[in-house]
């Protein structure tokens, strides 16, 4: 995971400093490797969002019992689908 935000944080510092590495990035980010893997990052990165609120909310106090655990647990694998789907929508 870290690897892949060292990944995109360099193709931003790339794309921002000139239009010839806005150019190279975009270049480099067409192809199906590559817009699958940044696939991947951005599905990871989803779900890791959504599991993150969900633990968040249950450190509050709420959610902790065994039956609504399971079911916010199956509402994060939902929504983390969802986000997947939206994902690869928006790359291709």
Known sequence: MLISVGL?????ATS???AEGFAMVHELFTGFIAKFILWGILTALGYHLVAGIRHMIMDMGYFEELVSGRITAQISFVLGIVLSVLAGVWLW
């Not at 995109?8 to 931003?12: G, N």
């Open 8 to 12: 995109l944080v360099w193709a931003l």
């Open 16 to 18: 921002l400093q000139s």
